[in-house]
């Protein structure tokens, strides 16, 4: 999921009520505006693990 906020107050706002809900993986501000993507906390691991390549073990 994906939102935008016209400011930081904003965005801190929205996460203070909804941080037990969700879980924020990208945030990116672009001439002041801030832009989030987000997802529900239980989806979390399968999103953070989606690119996540595990090194190789070396002796």
Do not use: H
Request: net charge negative; hydrophobic share 25%; with cysteine.
């Amino acid at each position: 999921m994906e939102q935008s906020f016209e400011n930081w107050t904003d965005y801190d706002n929205w996460l203070v009520q909804n941080y037990d809900n969700f879980s924020i993986y990208k945030v990116q501000e672009t001439d002041g505006k801030i832009t989030i993507e987000y997802c529900p906390k239980s989806e979390f691991p399968a999103i953070r693990d989606k690119d996540y390549k595990k090194p190789e073990r070396r002796i």
